[in-house]
T-cell receptor
Framework: EAGVAQSPRYKIIEKRQSVAFWCNPI?????LYWYQQILGQGPKLLIQ????????DSQLPKDRFSAERLKGVDSTLKIQPAKLEDSAVYLC????????????FGSGTRLTVV | AQSVAQPEDQVNVAEGNPLTVKCTYS??????LFWYVQYPNRGLQFLLK??????LVKGSYGFEAEFNKSQTSFHLKKPSALVSDSALYFC???????????FGTGTRLKVLA
């Protein structure tokens, strides 16, 4: 079974620039999550999709972050404009059943804002 | 406030010795509890979960965890550590009220040969 694919692996941008991350979940997984993991901290949920609908985006900074999952499969997360404090690893995860199977995480995209 | 605490930033253990990685939580109601492992440059991998039932749950790679409701703890254990177990371990709890997952700050396990 292929895992959760994320790209790019690394990205360095200047503050106030925009950036986009891509995630392709495991085939058949209806639920997709984006997490932000700042160095030294645990992952923090940004947004949760169920198919192509948003279930929870309460912790997404909507003034600069946006995410979509148009066809209920892959997803993009965008930051515009980026701030220094956005430097983190952005993790995508998917699950067919988050209680019985937990999540499967991708390798993440490490963003550095300079 | 709902929270998860991993009191140790790093745990060192000799290969072949038993290991324990500690986790305590604070949520109202009956939580769902999880352990994940993160190897360098890899995503988090699901190890095990506690939903209900037997307080001792077994997971992947020989790991197990003990749920203790009175102490609000869910410590990760393994009887005999391997060098390959060296990684970053995260405890997580699903808040039964909001259904959100809350992750701890992680504990780096170093198994010495």
């Amino acid at each position: 079974e292929a895992g959760v694919a994320q790209s790019p692996r690394y990205k360095i941008i200047e503050k106030r620039q925009s950036v986009a991350f891509w995630c392709n979940p495991i085939s058949g997984h209806a639920t997709l999550y984006w997490y932000q993991q700042i160095l030294g901290q645990g992952p923090k949920l940004l947004i949760q999709f169920q198919n192509n609908g948003v279930v929870d985006d309460s912790q997404l900074p909507k003034d600069r972050f946006s995410a979509e999952r148009l066809k209920g499969v892959d997803s993009t997360l965008k930051i515009q404009p980026a701030k220094l404090e956005d430097s983190a690893v952005y993790l995508c995860a998917s699950s067919p059943d988050e209680i019985n199977y937990g999540y499967t995480f991708g390798s993440g995209t490490r963003l550095t804002v300079v | 406030a709902q929270s998860v605490a991993q009191p140790e930033d790093q745990v060192n253990v000799a290969e072949g010795n038993p290991l324990t990685v500690k986790c305590t939580y604070s949520v109202s109601g009956n939580p769902y509890l999880f352990w994940y492992v993160q190897y360098p440059n890899r995503g988090l991998q699901f190890l095990l979960k506690y939903i209900t039932g037997d307080n001792l749950v077994k997971g992947s790679y020989g790991f197990e965890a003990e749920f203790n409701k009175s102490q609000t703890s869910f410590h990760l254990k393994k009887p005999s550590a391997l060098v390959s177990d060296s990684a970053l371990y995260f405890c997580a709890v699903r808040d039964p009220g909001t259904y959100k997952y809350i992750f701890g700050t992680g504990t780096r396990l170093k198994v010495l040969a």
